[in-house]
Protein backbone atom coordinates (compact mmCIF):
# COMPACT_ATOMS: atom_id res chain seq x y z
CA UNK A 1 0.00 0.00 0.00
CA UNK A 2 1.84 3.15 -1.31
CA UNK A 3 -0.72 5.56 -0.07
CA UNK A 4 -0.60 9.17 -1.89
CA UNK A 5 2.29 8.62 -5.11
CA UNK A 6 3.15 11.73 -7.37
CA UNK A 7 5.47 12.18 -10.08
CA UNK A 8 7.96 13.97 -10.83
CA UNK A 9 9.05 15.26 -7.78
CA UNK A 10 11.46 17.86 -9.13
CA UNK A 11 10.82 19.63 -12.66
CA UNK A 12 11.92 23.03 -14.14
CA UNK A 13 9.86 24.19 -16.92
CA UNK A 14 10.76 26.73 -19.17
CA UNK A 15 7.86 29.48 -19.77
CA UNK A 16 4.70 28.25 -22.08
CA UNK A 17 6.02 24.91 -22.07
CA UNK A 18 3.38 22.54 -21.05
CA UNK A 19 3.47 19.26 -18.82
CA UNK A 20 1.44 17.17 -16.09
CA UNK A 21 1.79 16.06 -13.13
CA UNK A 22 0.69 12.89 -12.00
CA UNK A 23 -0.76 11.79 -8.83
CA UNK A 24 -2.16 8.14 -7.63
CA UNK A 25 -3.27 6.41 -5.19
CA UNK A 26 -4.18 2.66 -4.13
CA UNK A 27 -6.44 3.01 -1.37
CA UNK A 28 -9.69 3.06 -3.37
CA UNK A 29 -10.57 6.38 -2.39
CA UNK A 30 -13.49 8.34 -4.16
CA UNK A 31 -12.15 12.59 -3.41
CA UNK A 32 -9.09 13.72 -4.66
CA UNK A 33 -7.73 17.07 -4.95
CA UNK A 34 -4.36 19.34 -5.80
CA UNK A 35 -3.02 21.90 -3.80
CA UNK A 36 -0.15 24.61 -4.40
CA UNK A 37 2.38 25.67 -1.67
CA UNK A 38 3.76 28.72 -2.06
CA UNK A 39 6.65 29.77 0.12
CA UNK A 40 5.74 31.34 3.96
CA UNK A 41 1.91 30.49 2.92
CA UNK A 42 -0.30 27.25 3.40
CA UNK A 43 -1.78 24.78 1.14
CA UNK A 44 -3.98 26.09 -1.67
CA UNK A 45 -6.86 24.10 -3.41
CA UNK A 46 -6.87 24.16 -7.00
CA UNK A 47 -8.78 21.51 -8.01
CA UNK A 48 -10.65 18.17 -6.82
CA UNK A 49 -12.46 15.46 -7.70
CA UNK A 50 -15.19 13.28 -5.94
CA UNK A 51 -15.17 11.09 -8.41
CA UNK A 52 -13.86 9.45 -11.34
CA UNK A 53 -15.65 11.48 -14.14
CA UNK A 54 -16.05 14.30 -11.98
CA UNK A 55 -14.28 17.59 -11.63
CA UNK A 56 -14.55 21.12 -9.62
CA UNK A 57 -12.31 24.35 -9.35
CA UNK A 58 -10.84 25.04 -5.94
CA UNK A 59 -9.72 28.47 -5.12
CA UNK A 60 -6.88 29.10 -7.66
CA UNK A 61 -7.90 27.02 -10.76
CA UNK A 62 -6.43 29.23 -13.17
CA UNK A 63 -3.75 27.75 -15.37
CA UNK A 64 -4.43 24.27 -14.54
CA UNK A 65 -6.76 21.28 -16.01
CA UNK A 66 -7.48 18.51 -14.48
CA UNK A 67 -9.37 14.85 -15.62
CA UNK A 68 -10.75 11.88 -13.81
CA UNK A 69 -11.02 8.97 -16.20
CA UNK A 70 -10.07 6.50 -13.33
CA UNK A 71 -10.61 6.30 -9.35
CA UNK A 72 -6.68 5.66 -8.78
CA UNK A 73 -5.17 8.49 -11.34
CA UNK A 74 -5.74 12.39 -10.80
CA UNK A 75 -3.68 14.12 -13.05
CA UNK A 76 -3.01 18.00 -13.51
CA UNK A 77 -1.51 20.11 -16.59
CA UNK A 78 -0.32 23.02 -16.85
CA UNK A 79 -0.96 24.14 -20.77
CA UNK A 80 1.38 27.07 -21.15
CA UNK A 81 3.49 27.71 -18.20
CA UNK A 82 4.17 30.73 -16.70
CA UNK A 83 7.03 31.84 -13.41
CA UNK A 84 3.81 32.96 -11.20
CA UNK A 85 2.51 28.64 -10.79
CA UNK A 86 6.15 27.99 -9.75
CA UNK A 87 5.23 26.56 -6.53
CA UNK A 88 5.35 22.76 -4.60
CA UNK A 89 2.08 21.31 -5.64
CA UNK A 90 0.49 18.40 -3.41
CA UNK A 91 -2.00 15.63 -4.77
CA UNK A 92 -4.38 14.55 -1.80
CA UNK A 93 -7.40 11.43 -1.22
CA UNK A 94 -9.42 10.67 1.03
CA UNK A 95 -11.94 7.76 1.25
CA UNK A 96 -15.35 10.84 0.51
CA UNK A 97 -15.71 14.29 0.79
CA UNK A 98 -17.38 14.05 4.34
CA UNK A 99 -16.68 16.09 6.75
CA UNK A 100 -15.62 13.19 8.94
CA UNK A 101 -13.25 12.06 6.63
CA UNK A 102 -9.17 12.47 6.82
CA UNK A 103 -7.14 13.19 3.35
CA UNK A 104 -3.67 12.03 2.96
CA UNK A 105 -1.17 13.48 1.04
CA UNK A 106 1.37 12.68 -1.42
CA UNK A 107 4.98 14.08 -1.14
CA UNK A 108 5.04 16.90 -3.14
CA UNK A 109 6.17 18.24 -6.59
CA UNK A 110 8.60 21.14 -6.59
CA UNK A 111 8.16 22.81 -9.95
CA UNK A 112 10.23 25.83 -10.90
CA UNK A 113 9.40 27.99 -14.57
CA UNK A 114 12.03 30.01 -15.72
CA UNK B 1 -16.68 29.61 6.92
CA UNK B 2 -15.20 29.32 10.33
CA UNK B 3 -11.37 30.59 10.10
CA UNK B 4 -9.00 29.18 12.94
CA UNK B 5 -6.22 32.08 14.24
CA UNK B 6 -3.15 30.00 15.32
CA UNK B 7 -0.05 31.34 17.16
CA UNK B 8 2.89 31.86 14.34
CA UNK B 9 5.04 30.39 16.38
CA UNK B 10 5.88 28.43 19.31
CA UNK B 11 9.12 26.72 20.78
CA UNK B 12 8.51 23.45 23.71
CA UNK B 13 11.53 21.81 25.10
CA UNK B 14 12.10 18.28 24.32
CA UNK B 15 10.85 15.94 26.31
CA UNK B 16 7.81 17.89 27.77
CA UNK B 17 4.17 18.35 25.91
CA UNK B 18 3.73 20.18 23.99
CA UNK B 19 0.44 22.39 24.11
CA UNK B 20 -0.57 24.11 20.48
CA UNK B 21 -3.54 26.31 20.72
CA UNK B 22 -6.74 27.07 18.21
CA UNK B 23 -9.68 29.51 17.84
CA UNK B 24 -12.07 28.76 16.20
CA UNK B 25 -14.84 30.96 17.68
CA UNK B 26 -17.11 30.80 14.67
CA UNK B 27 -17.55 26.99 14.42
CA UNK B 28 -20.59 25.82 13.47
CA UNK B 29 -22.30 22.46 15.45
CA UNK B 30 -21.52 19.79 12.18
CA UNK B 31 -18.08 21.32 11.60
CA UNK B 32 -14.83 19.21 12.13
CA UNK B 33 -11.48 20.63 13.33
CA UNK B 34 -8.41 18.64 11.88
CA UNK B 35 -5.08 18.96 12.70
CA UNK B 36 -2.14 18.49 10.44
CA UNK B 37 1.78 19.30 10.70
CA UNK B 38 4.40 19.83 7.73
CA UNK B 39 7.90 19.05 8.18
CA UNK B 40 10.07 20.73 5.81
CA UNK B 41 8.54 21.33 3.01
CA UNK B 42 6.70 17.04 2.89
CA UNK B 43 3.45 16.48 2.63
CA UNK B 44 1.16 17.71 4.96
CA UNK B 45 0.24 14.51 7.94
CA UNK B 46 -2.92 13.69 9.26
CA UNK B 47 -2.57 13.75 12.92
CA UNK B 48 -5.80 13.67 14.64
CA UNK B 49 -9.65 15.49 14.23
CA UNK B 50 -12.93 15.97 16.19
CA UNK B 51 -16.31 17.05 16.40
CA UNK B 52 -16.98 17.63 19.94
CA UNK B 53 -15.55 15.11 22.29
CA UNK B 54 -11.81 14.90 22.82
CA UNK B 55 -9.87 12.67 21.14
CA UNK B 56 -6.65 10.75 21.48
CA UNK B 57 -4.32 8.75 19.34
CA UNK B 58 -0.96 7.38 18.96
CA UNK B 59 0.27 10.70 18.03
CA UNK B 60 -1.91 13.39 20.03
CA UNK B 61 -4.73 14.22 21.73
CA UNK B 62 -6.85 16.84 21.11
CA UNK B 63 -8.78 18.95 23.42
CA UNK B 64 -12.29 20.53 22.11
CA UNK B 65 -14.25 23.10 24.80
CA UNK B 66 -17.70 22.76 25.54
CA UNK B 67 -18.15 25.07 23.52
CA UNK B 68 -16.19 24.18 20.47
CA UNK B 69 -14.38 27.41 19.67
CA UNK B 70 -11.36 26.79 20.74
CA UNK B 71 -9.14 23.64 20.91
CA UNK B 72 -5.57 22.52 21.80
CA UNK B 73 -3.12 20.28 20.50
CA UNK B 74 -1.45 17.95 22.54
CA UNK B 75 1.84 16.29 22.09
CA UNK B 76 2.29 14.36 25.12
CA UNK B 77 6.33 13.68 24.87
CA UNK B 78 7.82 16.02 22.35
CA UNK B 79 10.83 14.97 20.42
CA UNK B 80 13.07 16.83 17.50
CA UNK B 81 10.91 15.00 15.20
CA UNK B 82 8.03 16.70 16.09
CA UNK B 83 9.69 20.15 15.03
CA UNK B 84 7.09 21.03 11.93
CA UNK B 85 4.44 23.20 11.03
CA UNK B 86 1.05 22.68 12.40
CA UNK B 87 -1.79 23.50 10.91
CA UNK B 88 -5.09 23.31 12.61
CA UNK B 89 -8.32 23.32 10.20
CA UNK B 90 -11.85 23.84 10.54
CA UNK B 91 -13.69 21.63 7.83
CA UNK B 92 -17.02 22.88 6.60
CA UNK B 93 -20.26 21.90 4.50
CA UNK B 94 -20.51 25.72 3.53
CA UNK B 95 -16.95 25.74 1.95
CA UNK B 96 -17.39 22.31 0.13
CA UNK B 97 -16.31 20.20 2.75
CA UNK B 98 -12.63 21.24 1.41
CA UNK B 99 -9.37 21.76 3.69
CA UNK B 100 -8.31 25.22 3.49
CA UNK B 101 -5.31 25.39 5.41
CA UNK B 102 -3.91 28.97 7.13
CA UNK B 103 -0.18 29.72 7.82
CA UNK B 104 -0.35 27.38 11.06
CA UNK B 105 2.10 27.45 14.02
CA UNK B 106 5.72 26.63 13.36
CA UNK B 107 6.57 24.54 16.93
CA UNK B 108 10.27 23.98 17.33
CA UNK B 109 11.37 21.50 20.05
CA UNK B 110 14.26 22.54 21.69
CA UNK B 111 16.98 19.85 22.92
Known amino acids: NAGVTQTPKFQVLKTGQSMTLQCAQDMNHEYMSWYRQDPGMGLRLIHY???????DQGEVPNGYNVSRSTTEDFPLRLLSAAPSQTSVYFC?????????????FGQGTRLTVV | DAKTTQPPSMDCAEGRAANLPCNHS???????VYWYRQIHSQGPQYIIH???NNETNEMASLIITEDRKSSTLILPHATLRDTAVYYC????????????FGTGTSLTVIP
Open chain 2, 50 to 52: GLK
Open chain 2, 26 to 32: TISGNEY
Open chain 1, 92 to 104: ASSYSIDLNTEAF
Open chain 2, 89 to 100: IVRASNTGNQFY
Open chain 1, 49 to 55: SVGAGIT
